[in-house]
């Protein structure tokens, strides 16, 4: 079975600062997904950043990139330039390559306040 | 282009009753996968439908069943409510092309509180 963990419960940062977010995740397969997803206040849950397993090069989405280390089973985000619409929970997750099944795992959460 | 509604937004319901909740992917989406949210186990799978076929099953109580309609739409129903059946249920919906990665798009969820 598949566990991730997120090891900071909450994080604060000040506007316009860089934070990153951890995560590490546990699975024998060797195809996989990975995902940072983000559930502000509304709870709406909005996908944030996604990375393939089998892909070296770090997935970035404007202020949001990874730091993927596949042989250490880490992924981490890092937010640049915070501003205070990131204030949110973020969720790793991961989920098996496409099997003909769709099962996200998620980490605990961290709680990320962006404070002006 | 609508995105997954589900209803109702909030439920309150009292020990040993069912509920049902719905959930209506967005069009062209086949898969729906629900999940439950508490602050004690966080996010947690429940169920994955396509096609009317239960695909996946996590790792609940058969208190918790579900099924999907013709349209894509599904319901999942908890009966004989308990305390700890207090979250929100998060529904997600996706293409499910073979071979290709298919994001999953999330509803709004459906806060239900047992008293």
């Known amino acids: 079975a598949q566990t991730v963990t997120q090891s900071q419960p909450e994080m604060s940062v000040q506007e316009a600062e860089t934070v990153t977010l951890s995560c590490t995740y546990d699975?024998?397969?060797?195809?996989?997904?990975l995902f940072w997803y983000k559930q502000p206040p509304s709870r709406q849950m909005i996908l944030v950043i996604r990375?393939?397993?089998?892909?070296?090069q770090n997935a970035t989405e404007n202020r949001f990139s990874v730091n993927f280390q596949k042989a250490a089973k880490s992924f981490s985000l890092k937010i640049s330039d915070s501003q205070l619409g990131d204030t949110a929970m973020y969720f790793c997750?991961?989920?098996?390559?496409?099997?003909?099944?769709?099962?996200?795992?998620f980490g605990q959460g961290t709680r990320l306040t962006i404070n002006p | 282009k609508a995105g997954v509604t589900q209803t109702p937004r909030y439920l309150i319901k009292t020990r040993g009753q069912q509920v049902t909740l719905s959930c209506s992917p967005i069009?062209?989406?086949?898969?729906v996968s629900w999940y439950q949210q508490t602050p004690g186990q966080g996010l947690q799978f429940l169920f994955e439908?396509?096609?009317?076929?239960?695909?996946n099953k996590g790792n609940f109580p058969g208190r918790f069943s579900g099924r999907q309609f013709s349209n894509s739409r599904s319901e999942m129903n908890v009966s004989t409510l308990e305390l700890g059946d207090s979250a929100l249920y998060l529904c997600?919906?996706?293409?499910?092309?073979?071979?290709?990665?298919?994001?999953?798009?999330f509803g709004p969820g459906t806060r239900l509180t047992v008293l």
């Open positions: 439908y396509f096609s009317e076929t239960q695909r």
């Open positions: 997750a991961f989920m098996k390559h496409f099997q003909g099944a769709q099962k996200l795992v």
């Open positions: 069009s062209g989406h086949r898969s």
């Open positions: 990375q393939e397993a089998y892909k070296q």
């Open positions: 699975t024998s397969e060797n195809n996989y997904y």
């Open positions: 997600a919906s996706s293409r499910t092309l073979a071979g290709n990665y298919n994001e999953q798009f």
